[in-house]
């Protein structure tokens, strides 16, 4: 076989994005024996979009969806960690006791220095004042306990560091002349 018609045979174009893409891109229909139209990217982008429309617009959609994944976390003995001490050993691995030693440690206070802000561990308090897990999005691991202010500007910075320096210069620059 030639070269040409080999490279042919094990690509094919996408009829959503129009690109040219290799065969393992595209889902193997056993059904039809063929290969799917719109490549594994666009078939899986088309059908996300599909359910949000059936989802928003169709009730019985929604109640049936609901359903089949009650049925599903039965089926597979998922337990809802409902109390504030279940979810926290469930998302970050530590334990109720660790928090505790943690907020005292901290002495009740946001461990942003540049904030110290009292902080409460009692999820009825408000928002403004109740301690926030800070935690690595890459491992998972808990670093500390912040207010929610703090950990939603870390969040900001942790995404994209080079604005944030860029910012900070920015403040700097206009700062002097000010003075």
């Not at 063929?34 to 109640?63: G, I, N």
């Not at 403004?128 to 929610?148: K, M, S, Y």
Request: positive net charge; aromatic residues 8%.
């Amino acid at each position: 076989m030639s070269q040409v018609l080999e490279i042919a045979v094990n690509k094919r174009v996408c009829k959503a994005c129009k690109q040219e893409k290799p065969l393992a891109a595209f889902h193997f229909h056993k059904g039809n024996a063929a290969y799917m139209h719109k490549c594994e990217e666009c078939f899986v982008a088309a059908e996300r979009k599909r359910q949000k429309t059936l989802w928003e617009s169709d009730p019985e959609y929604r109640e049936a969806h609901n359903k089949q994944g009650q049925e599903h976390r039965k089926r597979i003995g998922w337990k809802d960690p409902r109390t504030i001490k279940d979810r926290v050993h469930y998302r970050y691995g530590v334990s109720w006791a660790f928090i505790l030693e943690t907020f005292k440690a901290q002495l009740g206070r946001c461990a942003n220095m540049g904030c110290a802000k009292e902080l409460s561990l009692d999820t009825k308090a408000p928002k403004a004042f109740r301690a926030v897990i800070d935690h690595d999005h890459a491992t998972g691991a808990f670093r500390a306990l912040l207010c929610g202010k703090c950990n939603l500007d870390l969040g900001m910075i942790e995404t994209n560091e080079q604005r944030f320096l860029g910012l900070t210069e920015y403040l700097r620059k206009h700062k002097q002349h000010k003075e």
